[in-house]
């Protein structure tokens, strides 16, 4: 049993950074990928940065060169850092963990207003 507890969300403008925090519980988490996915009104949900145990990275095109994933496995923490956020970066983020059953977060609101 994995549990994912987000923080971080908010309402920023045009620019600006925000970053994502995601605490996991469950014996295995260090072991499984870790990921962030995120979903806009009307839109599906879609990857945004995913890492592995190892912390080898992979990114959505659209988020590349402004988004960082990071993992502690001290701690059991996942965090995205986002940089010059734009308003189509709007949307609820999801942590997501796989192992071979995957967990979801309750997800946390991201604004950017132009």
């Known amino acids: 049993q994995v549990r994912l507890d987000e923080s971080g969300g908010g309402l920023v403008q045009a620019g600006g950074s925000l970053r994502l925090s995601c605490t996991a519980s469950g014996s295995i988490v260090r072991f499984i990928p870790l990921g962030w996915y995120r979903q806009a009104p009307g839109k599906q949900r879609e990857l945004v940065a995913e890492i592995t145990s190892g912390g080898s990275t992979s990114y959505a095109d659209s988020v590349k060169g402004r988004f960082t994933i990071s993992r502690d496995n001290n701690k059991s923490t996942v965090r995205l850092q986002m940089n010059s956020l734009k308003p189509e970066d709007s949307a609820v983020y999801y942590c997501?963990?796989?192992?071979?059953?995957?967990?979801w977060g309750q997800g946390t609101q991201v604004t950017v207003s132009s």
């Open positions: 997501r963990a796989n192992s071979n059953i995957v967990y």
